[in-house]
């Protein structure tokens, strides 16, 4: 019998190490052959994340750490849970990560669900689910940069908003609840709760826990930004003009750069608008490896979550466009 390298999992992950590898390599290449690009592409991804992501960021997770090991979540969850329960169809626990995702965004809602599932407190089912729409663009990074700063369109903030989260959920729905039924969803939720027996009383050992988690966290994601916003400066500079395959791959990389260069295209408004919400909705690669690194301690998968985006962005990109032609902005 003839063995081929996909039957045999040695030869595939030998495979895999030698093409990290060389993209490491190449990747170390590029930075020596564009130094200019490179030193800019870091800079600008490090006051992005020093001026806008810590500050932001950073409070949320020492505050969400605290929050679960005093498990004041199931205090937020139950108060929450007859509205969430209605529309998500979410067990108890698992309103309070909507609840911190919405409002904090990436990747704080995909840290808090992978904290809840390792602590057993959520099912891994249900993880995946409410990872697929919990984990997106802050509201501050929509209203205010996307639609205020580049857009110049303070009325359509809210619309904005409404769409990449509406779609989110929508896409969740497809996923997870349309294909495989609702009923699966939480049902071992509630037996997990009783698993996670740690103190409720407040003292500053966990507060020191929960400051240095947080600051290990926002580090990963500084690194993550920091790479990408190389790679996004040196395709940028690449040549001597923008074209639509630059727009694309700076986009797919790294969205908030995807969408300054998209903003200052010549491309018709109403698509303009519906690609950067499309954009916005898949996070860029560095989204996706920003959320990785969140959730790597946890059977979560990164694999379901990235199709769940890919839908999430076709969905957004749709509505989009349909709203900006037969709505307005």
């Keep these: 019998m003839q063995l081929s390298s996909h039957n045999i999992p040695g030869l595939k992950t030998a495979n895999r190490s030698i093409f990290s590898k060389a993209g490491i390599l190449l990747f170390l290449i590029i930075i020596l052959l564009y ?21 932001t960021l950073l409070p949320f997770m020492i505050v969400s750490n605290l929050i679960i090991r005093l498990k004041i979540s199931s205090i937020l969850s139950k108060l929450f849970y007859p509205l969430f329960h209605i529309f998500f169809d979410v067990s108890e626990e698992g309103s309070y990560p909507i609840l911190i995702g919405f409002l904090s965004g990436m990747p704080v809602g995909a840290k ?3 904290d809840m599932v390792e602590k057993k407190i959520l099912s891994l089912r249900e993880g995946q689910y409410l990872l697929s729409f919990c984990n997106n663009a802050s509201p501050m990074f929509i ?16 619309a904005l908003l409404l769409i990449l989260y509406g779609s989110g959920v929508l896409s969740a729905f497809f996923i997870f609840r349309l294909r495989r039924g609702s009923n699966r969803l939480t049902a071992q939720g509630y037996e997990c709760m009783d698993s996670y027996k740690d103190s409720t009383t407040f003292d500053f050992e966990k507060l020191d826990a929960a400051i240095m988690e947080g600051f290990e966290v926002i580090t990963k994601v500084g690194g993550y930004m ?40 010549g491309l018709d408004m109403n698509i303009k608008i519906a690609l950067i919400t499309g954009i916005t909705a898949f ?47």
């Excluded at 690009?37 to 992005?48: E, H, R, T, W």
């Excluded at 998968?301 to 769940?308: A, D, E, L, V």
Aim: glycine share 8%.
């Design 283 to 329: 996070g860029g690669l560095s989204g996706l490896a920003q959320t990785k690194s969140v959730i790597s301690n946890t059977r979560l998968s990164i694999h379901t979550y990235f199709k769940g985006k890919l839908l999430h962005m076709i969905l957004a990109f749709l509505i989009a466009y349909l709203y900006v032609n037969f709505v307005g902005y």
């Design 143 to 158: 209203m205010s940069y996307i639609a205020i700063s580049q857009l110049n369109l303070p009325g359509f903030r809210v």
């Design 226 to 265: 920091i790479l990408f916003s190389i790679c996004a400066q040196i395709i940028s500079d690449f040549g001597s003009s923008i074209s639509y395959l630059k727009l694309f791959l700076i986009s797919f990389l790294e969205i908030t750069t995807g969408i300054n260069k998209l903003n200052n295209s």
């Design 35 to 55: 130094p200019a690009s490179s030193f800019q592409g870091a800079k600008n991804g490090l006051l992005l994340w020093f001026n806008t992501v810590l500050p």
């Design 112 to 114: 808090t669900i992978g």
